[in-house]
């Protein structure tokens, strides 16, 4: 690894000498452009052998080297490609890092129209930070983006995948308000499709555990609206259990919420998500009391 570590040193050293050499006229004239295409060949080799001693930072560095010349030569395409090289580079340690090189090649592949490639990168970034739990604004902020490119390119599926993420996500930072509005649109569209109609309900659910996060009265009004859109949720398990858990609410009843929840539990498993989404239910009519 040292090795190849020292290679990639020589090679960037190469690279900088390449550059630098032979300013004049003449030089620019007849060898300029070799110069930079030996250069930029230069830091991908180094990039290379970085990546092959695993010292990943360097290895973003020479890749992000190489960018900057292509973007300099013109050529957009190779330079966004090597940003993303760089990205998948940084990544391994530096997120931040990772995600700015994302966004260069965004700015190039949205310079030259090529939406869905922006809408995918920026789903990448918000797939670094949603693994962070004090990431996850940002998470939020880069899948709303990549859902608006994706809906600009005609590509609802990928786009209402990204405001689940949105929505899911919201929620965990309390935005229930938010939460809702995605749970109960993307739950709408779905009805429209033979397809995707069974989904429906598993929007619908959470779009209601959203409601009663935030007013009982609110949860119960929800549910009958619901019930009005997709007949078929009215008879669902998920459907059952939040209009019980508000009949337990509405009367205090905090045992009865508890065992509720388990008895429906043990039979469908509840996700983390939506287990997280109730223990604050419990917690903000019962702070005393587990969910578990």
Known sequence: MGDNNDKAMALMAEAEKKLTGNKGFLGSLF??????????ECYQ???????????WSKAGEAFCEAATLHGRAGSKHDAATMYV?????????DVDNAASCLLKAIDIYTDMGRFNMAAKHHQSIAEMYESDPNGLAKAVQHYEQA????????????????????????????DYEKAIQIYEQVASSSLDSSLLKY???????????????????NAQHALEKYAQQYPAFQDSREFKLVKTLCEH??????EGFTDTVKDYDSISRLDQWSTTILLRIKKANNDDVDLC
Do not use: P, T
């Open 31 to 40: 060898g300029g452009s070799n110069r930079v295409e030996d250069a930029i």
């Open 45 to 55: 080799r180094a990039a290379n052998m970085f990546k092959m001693a695993k010292n």
């Open 85 to 93: 090289d760089a990205s998948n580079c940084f990544k391994k340690s």
């Open 147 to 174: 859902a608006d490119y994706f809906k600009g390119e005609e590509s609802i599926s990928s786009a209402n995948k990204c405001m689940l993420k949105v929505a899911q996500y919201a929620a965990q930072l309390e």
């Open 199 to 217: 989904s429906a309900k598993e929007y619908f659910f959470r779009a209601a555990l959203c409601h009663l996060s935030v007013d009982l009265l």
């Open 249 to 254: 609410l509405e009367e205090q009843n905090i």
